[in-house]
């Protein structure tokens, strides 16, 4: 049996893997014998909040931005229209993608300057949706 350890996602494991154990059949894959998740080491938390810091940028801008699509798909429906006022999260439009709805949310409070699309528009990924000023 040997020992390894394994990270998937992020996420590190301890595996023991048994050999088979009859020679005429060696291309056989082994088994895995157990799985047991490891505490992640302490360096991995301090990584952690180097991201954190990313999104202080969207929101440097107070407001201003072109929000687009991060996917292709159908837009369903734009509740915000030119000279809306629009705070930081609020829905500015839903799309749907691989059958599934999706939400374009606006990345910092500003007011809608320019709204590009309209219901029922087939949208390409990088198409520019709206803009916030």
Request: avoid cysteine; aromatic fraction near 4%; proline fraction near 10%.
């Amino acid at each position: 049996m040997r020992a390894y350890t394994i990270t998937v996602n992020g996420k590190t494991y301890d595996v023991q893997v048994a050999e088979n154990g009859t020679a005429a059949a060696p291309a056989a894959a082994p088994r895995i014998q157990s799985v047991t998740p490891v505490a992640a080491p302490a360096a991995a938390p301090a990584a952690a909040p180097a991201p954190a810091a990313a999104p202080a940028p969207a929101a440097a801008p107070a407001g201003a931005g072109d929000i687009t699509a991060p996917m292709a798909g159908k837009v369903l429906s734009v509740p915000v229209k030119e000279g809306d006022a629009v705070t930081a999260g609020q829905v500015l439009l839903t799309f749907e993608a691989m059958k599934m709805e999706n939400e374009v949310m606006a990345p910092s409070a500003g007011t809608v300057t320019k709204v590009f699309v309209a219901v029922g528009a087939q949208i390409e990924a990088g198409t520019q949706l709206i803009q916030i000023g």
